[in-house]
């Protein structure tokens, strides 16, 4: 499958933006999917899973209450919806897709290219 993420932008923080993720291919909804970033400096981080249906769901801490992964099988996107965004939040987003749900980068195996999000305090 291939990843195509977008939406990304400079925003304020206490902002919102939303990131899709279009897969292509018939087997996008047999797959996991997944959101990582990387900020500056630092090594890529996992951000939120979803189950091939949804009914399974992962968040890292940080993102709890803020961040809400979801997504339209019949559209093969998959969503971040990031509200009260904190300059911490700036990285670049990338979304991924795996055999299994996992917060291990390693576990996945198809990634997009990857869409900047900057915070601005």
């Known amino acids: 499958v291939q990843l195509q993420a977008s939406g990304g932008g400079l925003v304020q923080a206490g902002d919102s933006l939303r990131l899709p993720c279009a897969g292509s291919?018939?087997?996008?909804?047999?797959?996991?999917m997944g959101w990582f970033r990387r900020a500056p400096g630092k090594e890529r981080e996992f951000v939120a899973a979803?189950?091939?249906?949804?009914?399974?769901?992962y968040y890292t801490d940080s993102v709890k209450g803020r961040f809400t992964i979801s997504r339209d099988n019949a559209k093969n996107t998959v969503y971040l919806q990031m509200n009260s965004l904190k300059p911490e939040d700036t990285a670049v987003y990338y979304c991924?897709?795996?055999?299994?749900?996992?917060?291990?980068?390693?576990?996945?195996?198809?990634w997009g290219q990857g869409t900047q999000v900057t915070v601005s305090s």
């Open positions: 991924a897709a795996s055999a299994i749900i996992t917060r291990r980068s390693i576990e996945y195996d198809y």
């Open positions: 291919g018939r087997t996008f909804s047999s797959y996991y």
């Open positions: 979803m189950s091939q249906r949804g009914g399974i769901t």
